[in-house]
């Protein structure tokens, strides 16, 4: 099942508006990622981060990996009605190794929505 | 082609009936995942192939699902006796086989499964 939990699970803003939203997890994890899925397509990676404390900007983008490795956030600046969509985090945890190396857990997702 | 490629795009099929999911992944990948994704979820790992090895099937859900890459390229899902619980997006992605490349997959845009 899921280990990782997102919030808020849903968002409502006004256009030009800052986001933030989160990740956390009760174990440690070594690396995050953010995707972005818009209705009847799939994810798409936003942000990759492989390094606690480290802070990634894409565009208006911006997510950090936190230095417990338990959380990650992501910061959209200025948002636009084209931000709207369902984000997943999504990380790697610290025990997988070997044949698990690849596989990917994924949060429950926020839904953007922005209002023009 | 340029990204990940899964057919059909909808499939319906009628409880009972035996259905097979197609990913073509992004040449030169050598790792390929599908994820299986129920509504209003985040996807959730079924299986792992680096090239035609399937190195993780751990999160196939019973023996009625079967997946394989016999040649390490195009990689076929199959579903035997579908029941109404299958009903989802079955997504399919793709990585580079590098240090930490291998964690940032391409997503296909999924194919979506109803049973009836």
């Known amino acids: 099942g899921q280990q990782l939990n997102q919030s808020p699970q849903s968002m409502f803003i006004q256009e030009g508006e800052d986001v933030s939203m989160n990740c956390t997890s009760s174990s440690i994890f070594n690396t995050w990622l953010w995707y972005k899925q818009d209705p009847g397509e799939g994810p798409v990676l936003l942000i990759a981060?492989?390094?606690?404390?480290e802070l990634t900007s894409n565009g208006r983008l911006t997510a950090q990996f936190g230095i417990t490795r338990k959380d990650s956030f992501l910061n959209i600046s200025a948002s636009i009605p084209s931000d709207v969509g369902i984000y997943f985090c999504?990380?790697?945890?610290?025990?997988?190794?070997?044949?698990?190396?690849?596989?990917?857990?994924f949060g429950q997702g926020t839904i953007l929505t922005v209002h023009p | 082609g340029a990204g990940v490629s899964q057919s059909p795009r909808y499939k319906v099929a009628k409880r009972g009936q035996d259905v097979a999911l197609r990913c073509d992944p992004i040449?030169?990948?050598?790792?390929l995942f599908w994820y299986q994704q129920a509504l209003g979820q985040g996807p959730e790992f079924l299986t792992y192939f680096q090239n035609e090895a399937q190195l993780d099937k751990s999160g196939l859900p019973s023996d009625r699902f079967f997946a394989e890459r016999p040649e390490g390229s195009v990689s076929t899902l199959k579903i035997q006796r579908t029941q109404q619980e299958d009903s989802a997006v079955y997504l399919c992605?793709?990585?580079?086989?590098?240090?930490?490349?291998?964690?940032?997959?391409?997503f296909g845009q999924g194919t979506r499964l109803t049973v009836v």
């Open positions: 981060l492989y390094k606690a404390g």
């Open positions: 992605a793709s990585s580079l086989f590098r240090w930490r490349k291998d964690l940032e997959a391409f």
């Open positions: 999504a990380g790697q945890p610290s025990n997988a190794g070997g044949t698990s190396y690849g596989k990917l857990t």
């Open positions: 040449s030169g990948h050598v790792s």
